[in-house]
């Protein structure tokens, strides 16, 4: 089936950096989301984005976060600067339409702050 | 409030039993989705059923949206099914929302 591709796989970084996750999503979907699962924690929605907007964000989506996908490049979250908070393992999904449309995962990103 | 409710919260199976999964919504939805998490962390998506019955293999899903609830049947259990069951579900709304898990069932298939 379609795949979306994440990477990198794992990334260590210290506290206060800034970091960039990158998402390939399926190449004809238009619908792009950033989830984040804590170790051992239940799975919770970002934000999510179409047409180079912001079009939901949760309150987990802090003012350090930000989202975009420059010309129809990966679809990015960067975290600037890093917490340890921020340590979780990262999903980022996509889908074709609104409303009624599954949606595809990556295989997620674990970063780990120090 | 969790508004995604799933039980059970874990399930231990001989291998070939059968096991019912249920998900229950505290808000009204247009879509759910079952996903399988790997021990290791990967999620699979299992079923995209927004109403009825939908079945893929083993799996079978049965979503009932004017009683905000879906169910995953798994026939023939087999240790590879071990793992956890995750139900999720988007809020109606006018723009493609996240999704909202529920925190999971948790099955364990012995011999």
Redesign the interface.
Same mark, same amino acid.
């Given at each position: 089936g379609p795949k979306v591709l994440q990477i990198p796989s794992h990334q260590i970084i210290d506290m206060g950096q800034m970091v960039t996750l990158n998402c390939d999503p399926v190449s004809n979907h238009l619908y792009f989301y950033w989830y984040k699962q804590i170790l051992g924690q239940q799975m919770e929605f970002l934000v999510n984005f179409y047409n180079g907007k912001v079009m939901e964000k949760s309150k987990l989506f802090k003012d350090q976060f930000s989202v975009e996908r420059p010309d129809g490049s990966y679809f990015t979250l960067k975290i600037q600067p890093t917490a340890l908070e921020d340590s979780a393992v990262y999903f980022c999904a996509s889908s074709l339409i609104w409303g009624e449309d599954e949606q595809y995962f990556g295989p997620g990103t674990r970063l780990t702050v120090l | 409030e969790q508004q995604v409710q799933q039980s059970p919260a874990s399930l231990v199976l001989q291998e070939g039993e059968n096991a019912e999964l249920q998900c229950s919504f505290s808000i009204f939805t /247009? @879509?759910v @989705?079952w =996903?399988y998490q790997r021990p290791g #962390?990967?999620?699979v998506?299992l079923l $995209?059923n927004?109403s009825g019955t939908k079945q893929s293999g083993r799996l079978t899903s049965t979503t009932v949206i004017k009683e905000r609830r879906s169910s995953l049947h798994i026939s023939s259990s087999q240790i590879t099914d071990s793992g956890t069951y !995750?139900c +999720?579900m988007?809020r109606s #709304? /006018? $723009? +493609? @929302?996240? !999704?909202? =898990? #529920? !925190? #999971?069932t948790r099955v364990s298939v012995f011999p």
């Open positions: - | /247009n @879509q @989705q =996903f #962390g990967r999620l998506s $995209y927004p !995750l +999720a988007e #709304g /006018n $723009y +493609a @929302q996240g !999704l909202t =898990f #529920g !925190l #999971g």
